[in-house]
């Protein structure tokens, strides 16, 4: 017996056998002859890869199909076949052997003749239109050369998961704040898809600092639990939003406040982490008022004046190194001063009054005294309070103008020669008009006038010749100084 491996691919093979003896035969042709045609046979093995093994809506996956030729014939009239299931929507189609072909959602690669250990290979790009259940890709390999294997078929099931990719957004409507604002936060949640999501919820979520006024949602009434707000809604459309506006009062008085939003779905989402965190800071503000008052509403030359100087912190925060100053004008002397916050200061016409810390509602208060030296025109008093604390009204000067009325007090005399007399005698009478100031007197006029019984024999003044008009004497000046006369 003899065994023997065909080498062959194609064609006979023969196999002749020869008997001999030297002992005479009388059928000496003991030769025998065996042909074996030779079949052709190519074993084709189909392999496909995909680039993911599960899919979600608009996703890419690729699908690389590899066809190989085991032997041992060359393959004739090879073909290539890749077939896209519905939910899946071809982009491109590539071959190692050229330009695939493309019918509909089939996509194909042929040769005429595929060697032994060569490859035909397909990439098949595709996007998932379907949003769940299962997406199949079939690849099918076939020859015209006999395969021992002849079922060249395979395929890929990929399922299909729902996926809602959530964005959170949230905007406060202002980047600052102080005590006893109101913030309104805006927060909203959209489902960029592919799929819908399911049972969503949007959380809005107050630190201390902030105190709920109300809150809102866009499908519907806002749940609200002690600091928290909420919204939610069983399923969000592609495109779709779920929106929360929230108003709070802003109670803390400095530091920072924190506003955190979380949106959570059922549907899985690509990137699951949707919180968001405004953080505000709260900036100290101290509103200080200030106010003045005088005791006269008009002045006189040697008058005094007392100026009463208020400055109050209508908060929300303590106002921190606070000075009050009160500044006096020329035509005004200082007297004395002091404060509710202990001595007053003195320099020069200003008067100044500190504190370290005003509390919301306390006033830091002047009382100034002075003496009006002017004897005419105005005269002027200015209160100026500051803070190192922000104030929103930040000018904080008062200034009391006092007009100063002139005024001249006139003092009259006369003296007689004689406190009696008689017919003939001759009487002296001088008479004296004093000015005791404050002011210059202005058109004074000194009048003398004689009774019956009397008759005028001359008259003098000292600011020149009186005037005589029958019994009456007089004198005139444009202006009589203070003490003169």
């Known amino acids: 017996m003899v065994n023997a491996t065909v080498t062959a691919s194609s064609g006979n093979i023969t196999n002749t056998a020869v008997g001999t003896s030297t002992t005479p035969d009388p059928t000496p042709t003991n030769t025998v002859t065996v042909v074996t045609p030779v079949a052709t046979s190519a074993d084709l093995t189909l392999t496909k890869v995909a680039s993911s093994t599960s899919g979600t809506q608009g996703q890419t996956i690729s699908y690389t199909v590899t066809l190989v030729n085991l032997g041992p014939s060359v393959a004739s009239n090879v073909t290539l076949t890749d077939i896209l299931s519905a939910g899946l929507s071809l982009i491109s189609a590539s071959g190692n052997n050229g330009t695939a072909s493309i019918a509909g959602a089939s996509v194909g690669a042929t040769t005429a003749s595929l060697q032994v250990g060569a490859t035909l290979t397909l990439v098949v790009n595709a996007t998932v239109t379907a949003s769940s ?64 999501a399911s049972n969503v919820t949007l959380t809005d979520i107050l630190s201390a600092g902030l105190s709920l006024i109300s809150a809102s949602g866009n499908n519907g009434t806002a749940s609200i639990a002690g600091a928290s707000v909420g919204a939610t809604t069983a399923s969000l459309q592609v495109g779709a939003t779920l929106t929360l506006v929230v108003n709070a009062t802003v109670t803390a008085s400095s530091g920072n406040i924190t506003n955190t939003a ?20 709260v900036a100290t503000s101290a509103d200080l008022t200030l106010t003045k008052v005088a005791s006269s509403t008009s002045g006189t030359q040697g008058q005094t004046i007392s100026y009463t100087v208020t400055l109050v912190n209508l908060g929300p925060s303590v106002a921190s190194n606070v000075t009050l100053t009160d500044i006096l004008s020329a035509g005004l002397s200082l007297i004395s001063a002091s404060g509710n916050n202990g001595t007053a200061s003195i320099a020069g016409a200003s008067v100044g ?11 830091l208060t002047l009382v100034v005294n002075a003496t009006v030296t002017a004897s005419s025109g105005n005269i002027t008093n200015t209160a100026v309070g500051t803070s190192t604390t922000p104030d929103p009204t930040p000018t904080n000067t008062v200034t009391v103008v006092t007009p100063v009325a002139t005024s001249a007090d006139l003092t009259l005399t006369k003296v007689a020669s004689s406190t009696s007399g008689t017919q003939g005698q001759t009487i002296s009478y001088t008479v004296t008009l004093v000015n005791l100031g404050p002011s210059v007197a202005s ?10 019984g009397l008759s005028l024999i001359s008259a003098s003044g000292n600011n020149g010749t009186a005037s005589i008009a029958g019994a009456s004497v007089g004198a005139t000046t444009a202006s009589l100084q203070v003490g003169r006369h």
């Not at 406060?172 to 604002?181: E, L, R, W, Y």
């Not at 058109?443 to 019956?452: C, K, P, R, Y």
């Open 262 to 281: 979380v949106g959570t779905s059922t549907t899985p989402d690509p990137t699951p982490t949707n919180t968001v965190t405004v953080v505000t800071p």
């Open 443 to 452: 058109n004074v006029t000194l009048t003398d006038i004689l009774s019956a």
């Open 353 to 363: 009054a500190t504190t370290a810390s005003l509390q919301v509602g306390a006033t």
């Open 133 to 196: 259940g299962n997406i199949t890709n079939t690849a099918v390999g076939t020859s015209t050369t006999p395969d021992p294997t002849p079922t060249n078929t395979v395929t890929v099931v990929t399922p299909v998961a729902t996926s809602a990719d959530l964005t959170l957004t949230k905007v406060a409507s202002s980047t600052s704040g102080t005590q006893g604002q109101t913030i309104s936060y805006t927060v909203t949640l959209v489902n960029l898809g592919p799929s819908v």
